[in-house]
Nanobody
Framework: QVQLVESGGGLVQAGASLRLSCAIS????????VGWFRQNPGKEREFVSA????????YYADSVKGRFTISRDNAENMVFLQMNNLKPEDTAVYFC??????????????????WGQGTQVTVSS
């Protein structure tokens, strides 16, 4: 089993920055990819970004490209999401997720089998 715990969310004004952290424990050797998704009430979970644990390849949703940066620290089993120039439409609960293999579509939430509890990000205008 893999456990993920997110932290770093909060309430900020538009244009501000936040850094989300995802602490990973358990069978970390089984993980091939770690992703960030976000969700608002009544809406589908939306892909934000992902990173491969081997090689470090990164992926971003078009809506966050150039503003968000995903990174990893394999030695510490941590994944980070640096979010700059936040916009009100970035408001959501952000989830960290891990998958056992590199999926054909990294944006597919079904490819990730372990999820954190989420952290709230609220951006005011």
């Amino acid at each position: 089993q893999v456990q993920l715990v997110e932290s770093g969310g909060g309430l900020v004004q538009a244009g501000a920055s936040l850094r989300l952290s995802c602490a990973i424990s358990g069978r970390t050797f089984s993980i091939s990819i770690v992703g960030w998704f976000r969700q608002n009430p009544g809406k589908e979970r939306e892909f934000v970004s992902a990173i491969l644990r081997s090689g470090g390849g990164t992926y971003y949703a078009d809506s966050v490209k150039g503003r968000f940066t995903i990174s990893r620290d394999n030695a510490e089993n941590m994944v980070f999401l640096q979010m700059n120039n936040l916009k009100p439409e970035d408001t959501a609960v952000y989830f960290c997720a891990a998958g056992p293999s590199r999926p054909i579509r990294v944006t597919n939430s079904g490819a990730y089998d372990s999820w954190g509890q989420g952290t709230q990000v609220t951006v005011s205008s």
